[in-house]
């Protein structure tokens, strides 16, 4: 076919179209390789991007200053239940985290652990909590709610439930009438494993910074947070839960941050009554 005036010239507009799009395409690829080389040589400013993604699991984690003076706490000073307080789940999918028992105001008991530490599960499908020798310290009936992995300081996001209603051979938490801890407040921390005397190993925190979505300690100790989410902390001075530890960073003063209380209260009683 002979080929027109028209023709040619859309032939050489179709090349030049093309040519400037591959161009394009890698001086866009030259500017993404440079740009990736630039945060591999920064990976402070690495950090910075990404946590300000709502990227699940990440959060920023506060540089705090000194610890906040001992608070005045008006409720009335309690003692902390004997024995595992946390405990080690399993279900027929496979074991997950920490969790512990906590008994409502109005009697009724629910096992509670972190949403991002578990797998969702029918609420067809039981659960139990264990001691750690392995022996069965609770049966828990099937999952009642369960919510998502923690957004920043979105601690309150993240929490799962199981309704617990034969009586547990482990011991149950009592929530905080507060619905959380005070800044400058003393907390412990429980964990996964035995203290040498029968009951789970704690250790020791202050509340640095507290609201009804997140609340932040300062751990002492040498304290590591990994394997901690999902487990209970409880006021030294109430002896009630102020808490479920959901995220942690270890540093020269380790922080770890809760879902407060009052939240996971709010959450339990809801899926109770559907």
């Known amino acids: 076919m002979a080929r027109t005036p028209e023709r040619g010239k859309l032939l050489n507009g179709y090349r030049g179209l093309r040519s400037g799009l591959v161009r394009g395409a890698a001086g866009g690829l030259i500017l993404m390789l440079a740009f990736a080389l630039y945060l591999r040589a920064n990976p402070a400013l690495l950090r910075t991007l990404l946590l300000a993604l709502p990227i699940p699991g990440m959060v920023e984690v506060p540089n705090f200053g000194p610890t906040p003076p001992i608070p005045t706490i008006n409720v009335p000073r309690?003692?902390?239940p004997d024995g595992y307080l946390a405990l080690n789940g399993s279900a027929a999918a496979g074991p997950f985290g920490c969790g512990f028992l906590l008994e409502l105001a109005d009697g009724r008991r629910v096992g509670i652990s972190a949403a991002h530490a578990t797998q969702p599960l029918s609420p067809q499908q039981p659960a139990e909590f264990h001691f750690p020798d392995g022996e069965l310290a609770a049966t828990l009936t099937?999952?009642?709610?369960?919510?998502?992995t923690f957004i920043q300081e979105r601690f309150d996001m993240d929490y799962a439930l199981w309704g617990s209603r034969a009586k547990p051979a482990a011991p149950l938490l009592e929530p905080d009438p507060r619905g959380g801890a005070q800044p400058g407040e003393r907390i412990w921390v429980f964990g996964l494993g035995e203290n040498g005397s029968g009951?789970?190993?704690r250790w020791p925190g202050t509340v640095m910074r507290s609201s009804a979505q997140a609340a932040w300690l300062r751990m002492e100790d040498s304290f590591d947070p990994r394997g901690y989410s999902g487990c209970p902390a409880v006021s030294q001075y109430t002896g009630r839960l102020v808490g479920m530890a959901v995220a942690g960073e270890q540093r020269a003063a380790t922080v770890i941050g809760l879902h407060p209380v009052?939240?996971?209260?709010?959450?339990?009683?809801?899926a109770l009554n559907k």
């Open 78 to 80: 309690g003692n902390i």
């Open 142 to 148: 099937g999952q009642i709610g369960i919510g998502q």
């Open 199 to 201: 009951a789970s190993i």
């Open 262 to 270: 009052g939240s996971l209260v709010e959450k339990a009683q809801a």
